[in-house]
Each structure stands twice: as structure tokens, then as C-alpha cells.
């Protein structure tokens, strides 16, 4: 649980840091990452739909789960 809200709180310092909101990608990180702490309490399992702007690159790429 402890290192996911680092993460989270990595995540929204670099966005506060550089003065932005954050962005698709990031907000689908977030996500992802309360469902790992949700799961790590072996109480519950999740379920992640992530749906973002169907003309971002970035977003797309983050969906990319093949691996070399």
C-alpha cells in the first residue's frame, strides 16, 4: 500500500512541480494504481476499463502491453 501512494503522490508532484494538469495517461496510471492497492488488501479484485480521447497517441501507446 505504501509504495503505491508514493506513486501516486510522484504522479501528482511532477504535474503540480511543472505547473500542469495531469495527463490522460497519468489519470489512467492513478487508477491502475488504487486498484493495486484495493487488491493488496486481499479483500477484493478490479476491474479496469481505461477509455480515453481516440486521437491520443500517448494514450494509445499506454495500452500497449506487448512486449519485445
Request: net charge negative; charged share 25%; aromatic share 4%.
Amino acid at each position: 500500500m505504501v509504495a503505491g501512494v508514493v506513486k501516486i503522490n510522484n504522479i501528482l508532484n511532477r504535474a503540480a512541480a511543472e505547473n500542469r494538469k495531469i495527463t490522460d495517461v497519468e489519470a489512467g496510471d492513478l487508477v491502475q494504481i488504487i486498484g493495486t492497492i484495493v487488491v493488496a488488501g486481499n479483500v477484493r479484485r478490479t476491474a479496469i476499463i481505461l477509455m480515453g480521447d481516440k486521437d491520443s497517441q500517448e494514450f494509445i501507446d499506454s495500452k500497449d502491453y506487448s512486449y519485445p
